[in-house]
């Protein structure tokens, strides 16, 4: 069953949408987003606009503590003509709130060590604005873009930011750290706010945003590379989220002694290092300025 909170401030604004633990084992999301549903049943209200929370997108791996029950929820997210999985029950649930919604929150943590970042949308001037204001001080774009060279079907790339660009929404991901970092759940609070704040959906003196990252000071990377676990193998050394690369510096050794180097000088993001073999290993991307708006 899947549960969701509905704020309806009966004037006209922006429809945001939180999604929590659309991983399973990342909780930080719903603690965040529960914390909010109270606040906003207690002594604080919003201005203007529709507020849609979903504190748990993902029940059932909710419940067992894991990523997905069957598959991975943050992919291949669209309707599916014969639902077999688990997760392809809950797709039309996702797809039908995000085609009522102009702007995604969906919060994440993840397994690598390393501080909080933000999956920058770029499909519009708009989109990077509302990125860029919600406290985050790293990011990296072109997501969908690494992955479609790797996929056959573009769809198997879609998780909800995707799928709500689609449906014309300006969306984000934001991960909160390591999914055991005390303040993983402080930190997504602490963004829900801004992204209320820059919306304009409560008053400015109602924000819990602590300090705001300046501008300058934020950093993109560009997407480039997924490399997959294709067999046995091991890192050199225990990669972290953003460390940095050399071109043709060894990034993993297969046991068969074949290895992976950097194709230019870079950053490894999201490594495993217990991943399975078939599972994604690490993505590779490259520091760049904030990117154009494609549209
Ligand atoms: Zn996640």
């Not at 748990?56 to 291949?76: D, H, I, M, S, W």
């Not at 573009?154 to 390591?178: F, L």
């Not at 963004?191 to 819990?208: P, Q, R, V, Y």
């Amino acid at each position: 069953m899947l549960s969701m909170t509905r704020f309806e401030t009966l004037i006209p604004g922006p429809r945001l949408t939180l999604f929590g633990a659309v991983h399973g084992n990342e909780t930080c999301g719903t603690y965040a987003i529960r914390r909010l549903i109270d606040r906003l049943n207690k002594d604080l209200s919003l201005c203007r606009g529709t507020l849609t929370c979903v504190p748990v997108c993902n029940p059932k791996a909710y419940e067992k503590g894991t990523r997905f029950y069957q598959r991975n929820l943050n992919r291949a997210l669209y309707i599916k003509e014969k639902p077999k999985d688990y997760e392809d029950f809950i797709d039309p649930v996702l797809c039908g709130l995000l085609d009522e919604t102009d702007v995604l929150l969906d919060l994440h943590s993840y397994a690598s060590q390393g501080g909080p970042f933000g999956f920058l949308g770029n499909s519009s001037k708009e989109e990077i604005a509302y990125c860029r204001a919600l406290g985050v001080n790293d990011f990296v774009y072109g997501w969908a873009d690494a992955f479609g060279k790797a996929d056959a079907d573009p769809r198997e790339g879609m998780g909800t930011v995707e799928y709500a660009r689609s449906v014309g929404a300006i969306a984000t991901t934001i991960e909160c750290g390591h999914h055991t970092n005390e303040d993983a759940a402080e930190i997504a609070y602490r963004t829900i706010f801004h992204a209320l704040e820059h919306l304009g959906m409560i008053a400015s003196g109602d924000a819990e945003t602590g300090l705001a990252v300046p501008a300058h000071e934020q950093r993109f990377v560009q997407m480039r590379t997924v490399f997959y676990k294709r067999k046995e193998g091991a890192t050199p050394q225990p990669w972290k989220h953003y460390d940095t690369v050399a071109q043709g510096e060894v990034l993993a050794t297969y046991a068969d002694g074949e290895t992976i180097v950097a194709p230019e000088d870079g950053v490894i993001i999201l490594p495993k290092l217990q991943a399975v073999v078939g599972g994604e290993w690490f993505y590779f991307g490259v520091e760049t300025p904030c990117p154009e708006p494609l549209s």
